[in-house]
């Protein structure tokens, strides 16, 4: 069995474009998520004169849900605006469906990439697990620190 240099070349080409994918998606959700928790989950309370309460809980992760919707999006477009660079897919709006589904690893849209960019999908789907992590994370954090206390009874 020889070599087959051309697979070789494509999971190469893959991991070379997808780590620093990676890199760039996580950089840019851990400092966003820094943006937020210092003009959100901080300020707002200190805007409405309340610290804990059922309100403000609420009012914080709407905030919070929208804007970590937003930026997986934006992260999502990244891959989708890479898909389409690379020839993968040949328009964004399905380079977009495959990014989130791949992202979310939902995986029934339907749409496949290229044959030689097939591992990028998998290497999405290992960014969006890090990148739905920090979310959950952060999001448990809001939870946290600002669910209301009661008086013992």
Known sequence: MA??????????NNWAWGLPLIVLTVLVHAFSLVVIRDRVVLELPLLLRARRSEFVLALL????????TVLHAVEASAW???????GARADFASAMLYS???????GHAGVFLAKHWQLMGAIEALNGMMLF??????LFAVLR???PTRPRR
């Open 3 to 12: 070599f087959d240099y051309a697979a070789a070349e494509a999971w190469s």
């Open 61 to 68: 992760m709407i905030v919070t849900v929208l804007l970590l």
């Open 80 to 86: 989708a605006g890479a898909y389409v660079l690379l």
């Open 100 to 106: 989130l589904s791949a992202m979310t690893s939902y």
């Open 133 to 138: 992590g920090l979310s959950t994370a952060f």
């Open 145 to 147: 620190e600002h669910w």
